[in-house]
């Protein structure tokens, strides 16, 4: 099993900057790829950002431009650089995790950037 603990989210103003932080830790699954997602009420999980164990990234529209994902290999942590944040962030983010066979979810952390 892998447990993964994140942290770093928090309530800022619309335009202001939080960076988020997910680590894996517990069995030494062969991980593929690591993310966030994102889900505000009434509303499904999306996806925010995702990069593999290679270093390729993908990233939703609305965040392109604005955020950055990265991770340390070594350290299987992945962090999500948020900037020029907006009201429409507002979410509890997710981190995941990929091996070949399973996914594996954080407890989730609430973004809140007020107008």
């Known amino acids: 099993q892998v447990q993964l603990v994140e942290s770093g989210g928090g309530l800022v103003q619309a335009g202001e900057s939080l960076r988020l932080s997910c680590a894996a830790s517990?069995?030494?699954?062969?991980?593929?790829?690591m993310g966030w997602y994102r889900q505000a009420p009434g509303k499904q999980r999306e996806l925010v950002a995702v990069i593999t164990i290679g270093g390729s990234t993908n990233y939703a529209d609305s965040v392109k431009g604005r955020f950055t994902i990265s991770r340390d290999n070594a350290k299987r942590t992945v962090y999500l650089q948020m900037n020029s944040l907006k009201p429409e962030d507002t979410a509890v983010y997710y981190c995941?995790?990929?091996?070949?066979?399973?996914?594996?979810w954080g407890q989730g952390t609430q973004v809140t950037a007020s107008s």
């Open positions: 517990g069995s030494r699954v062969s991980i593929y790829s």
């Open positions: 995941n995790v990929k091996d070949a066979l399973t996914d594996y």
